[in-house]
């Protein structure tokens, strides 16, 4: 595995996040993808296992339930297949406009072919729930 490009593709991926450009994020992603984003069931946007035409939803989903006024991805580790992210996130939720802001991390595994085959998103669950609680 070639370390350093899989980190340059994680980059690549929050760069066009950043962008709206999911189609570019896509583009970088297994077809037989695991992603896994922390909060499911209670948070819009989290899941267990999404597979890859689902991955668009999210995103959807995303931008339907946070307004991001800072993403930033501040550190890059890898070994083997894997690319650990750490980050910080802030903005308010949707509709409620409750205010967040927390660090993440995000794990990034990489198929033999350079693909993305596994996403694992760690977030302050608690946190960014105070905006969809009733």
């Known amino acids: ?11 690549n991926m ?3 996040f950043g962008k709206g450009n999911i189609q570019g994020i896509m583009d970088v992603v ?7 984003d922390a909060g499911y069931p209670d948070l ?3 899941s267990e296992n999404r597979p890859k035409n689902d991955i668009p939803n999210f995103f959807k989903t995303l931008s339907e339930s946070v307004n991001y006024s800072r993403f930033e ?6 070994d083997g297949n894997a690319v ?12 409620k406009n409750v ?4 660090p993440w991390i995000m794990l990034w595994k990489f198929n033999d072919a350079g693909k993305v085959s596994y996403v694992r998103t760690f977030i302050d669950t608690n946190e960014i ?4 609680r009733n």
């Not at 297994?30 to 896994?36: F, G, I, R």
């Not at 991805?73 to 890898?78: C, R, S, T, V």
């Not at 650990?84 to 996130?89: F, Q, T």
């Open 1 to 11: 595995m070639d370390r350093s490009k899989n980190i340059q593709t994680v980059q």
């Open 14 to 16: 929050y760069s066009d």
């Open 30 to 36: 297994a077809d037989n993808v695991s992603w896994n």
């Open 44 to 46: 819009p946007f989290g």
């Open 73 to 78: 991805p501040q550190e890059f580790y890898a």
């Open 84 to 95: 650990v992210a750490v980050g910080h996130h802030e903005g308010v939720t949707k509709p």
């Open 99 to 102: 205010h967040f802001s927390s």
């Open 129 to 132: 729930g105070k905006g969809f």
